[in-house]
């Protein structure tokens, strides 16, 4: 697949105002992208599910700007208040999307901006927030050429998404989606990330995620290096060979309802995922004390109650614990009597499994 369709050529409408507003939940991942090539391509593909509570709230408005045009015009405001520091993040992800949306230097924007989850919990915004932010400069674009479907509309706002952060393509639609092309998965490609497209056994429905927040502070090493640090690394060639395997399983397991077989494959993943950063030169930790002794608790409470409770992580500390909606009331009143205690604060966040992002 080729880029350049994401180009449209000449608008059919000229604006000189207005605004577009998108909410965009987070994902996360059972099988994990780590490592990308060149202009945000993955190394191998992925898949996730889509959540439901974590989520971003954006609002763009726009004017026509008069004069020079040589460089993008925007203020971003997080909870109304300015936020100088996304600048930079915003003017590379203008600079990577121009050649897409060539309106970008004729408006000034006024970007404001809200996560339902604190920013400061260690969930990355940037799943939702790129999405968010790509859904509404999508929408402009639609403004400007209405004749745009609405399977191109969600494509490219996958693809520029994408172009914001990786795994931000996956946050559009729900309740899982694939990206990064793979032979068993129709329509898969490492441009977008699309819809899963295969049956999903009832187990899977309403997917419980409780997000144990272990750790609030920043990251020590940023995905952005670690993705980096798969170039050379060890265990490349193994670990993207090991990631098309778990989609051709998860595809089975997800169609047979195999709860255990989940468990194995979605735990493995996170293992491995932090099995390359610390493996990776230079090597990093980013689990803490806490992130394995909730481990510990949850193996031990599923072998001694035998009920499908597992985790997953991400690039950070923070334990996301995923069960069968059937199973909630035990595995909650678990992990509030057990697990919470390892949490920052006490803190935590009950998510499952989302629809994908609203026009708002
Ligand atoms: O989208 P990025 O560049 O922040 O990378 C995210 C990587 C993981 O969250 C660790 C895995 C994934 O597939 O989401």
Redesign the pocket.
């Known amino acids: 697949m080729n880029s350049t369709r994401f180009k449209l050529g000449k608008y059919t409408n000229t604006l000189t105002s207005g605004s577009a507003s998108w909410s965009s939940p987070s ?3 059972l ?4 490592g ?1 090539k060149e202009h945000q391509i993955p190394e191998n593909p ?1 898949i ?1 599910f889509t959540l439901d509570a974590c989520k971003t709230i954006t609002e763009i408005k726009f004017e026509k700007r008069e004069g020079d045009q040589s460089t993008f015009s925007f203020e971003v405001f997080l909870d109304d208040m300015p936020k100088p520091d996304f600048h930079p993040k915003i003017e590379t992800f203008f600079n990577r999307i121009e050649a897409y949306l060539p309106f970008l230097k004729e408006f000034h924007f006024t970007i404001h901006t809200q996560n339902t989850f604190p920013h400061s919990s260690g969930i ?1 915004s ?2 939702s927030g790129m999405s968010a932010l790509a859904l509404c400069l999508m929408s402009i674009e639609k403004q400007l050429h209405p004749a745009l479907s609405d399977s191109d509309f969600i494509q490219k706002a996958s693809f520029l998404a994408r172009l914001g ?4 393509c ?1 946050s559009l639609e729900g309740d899982l989606v694939v990206w990064g092309a793979h032979p068993e998965i129709e329509g898969s490609n490492d441009l977008f990330g699309v819809k899963y497209p295969y049956k999903v056994h009832d187990n899977f429905k309403n997917y419980q995620d409780t997000i144990l927040l272990v750790d609030k502070g920043e990251k020590q090493v940023s ?2 290096i ?2 980096n640090l798969m170039h050379g690394h060890p265990f490349a060639k193994q670990r993207f060979d090991q990631a098309v395997g778990n989609i051709s399983k998860i595809k089975n397991i997800l169609e047979s309802g195999d709860l255990e077989a989940f468990i194995a494959l979605v735990e493995s993943e996170a293992l491995t ?1 932090h099995a390359m950063m610390m493996t990776s030169m230079p090597y990093f930790i980013l689990m803490k004390p806490n992130t394995l002794e909730i481990i510990n608790k949850i193996w031990s409470f599923r072998q001694e109650t035998g009920l499908p409770i597992s985790f997953t992580l ?2 950070g500390a923070n334990v996301h614990v995923l069960y069968p909606e059937k199973n909630a009331d035990q595995i909650l009143e678990f992990i509030k009597s057990q697990l919470v205690a390892y949490c920052q604060n006490g803190h935590y966040i009950c998510d499952k499994i989302g629809f994908g992002a609203k026009q708002s």
């Open positions: 994902n996360i991942a099988v994990k992208y780590w990308k992925s996730s990355a940037s799943a952060s990786g795994s931000a996956r995905s952005t670690g993705h995922l991400d690039a």
